[in-house]
């Protein structure tokens, strides 16, 4: 079993940053691939980015490229996602997702553990 718990949202300008980050539980933590997904009120839950357990690979949704940096401390069971030049359209409920699993990380349906979600809401 593995927990998850995300913390960082908050409140923000357009233009500006913030860093997420999801604390896991247990003791193979370095054996997760880890991914980031959001959701938007309306809207269904998207990709945003992940990173493989096997080879440190970085996958990246097109919206967030060039602005999020998704990467993990092995050490401290911890991933973060640290998003610049925040949009008002990456206003959303940001979840973190644990898996077993290194290939198809764009696909939520290969997460078996998910977080409760924090808020980032982006001011225009």
């Known amino acids: 079993q593995v927990q998850l718990v995300e913390s960082g949202g908050g409140l923000v300008q357009a233009g500006g940053s913030l860093r997420l980050s999801c604390a896991a539980s247990?003791?193979?933590?370095?054996?997760?691939?880890m991914g980031w997904f959001r959701q938007a009120p309306g809207k269904e839950r998207e990709f945003v980015t992940a990173?493989?357990?096997?080879?440190?690979?970085?996958y990246y949704a097109d919206s967030v490229k060039g602005r999020f940096t998704i990467s993990r401390d092995n050490a401290k069971n911890t991933v973060y996602l640290q998003m610049n030049s925040l949009k008002a359209e990456d206003t959303a409920v940001y979840y973190c997702?644990?898996?077993?699993?290194?290939?198809?990380?764009?696909?939520?349906?290969?997460?078996?553990?998910w977080g409760q979600g924090t808020q980032v809401t982006v001011s225009s």
């Open positions: 997702a644990a898996t077993s699993g290194a290939y198809g990380l764009s696909s939520g349906a290969l997460y078996n553990y």
């Open positions: 247990g003791r193979t933590f370095s054996r997760y691939s």
């Open positions: 990173i493989s357990w096997s080879s440190g690979r970085t």
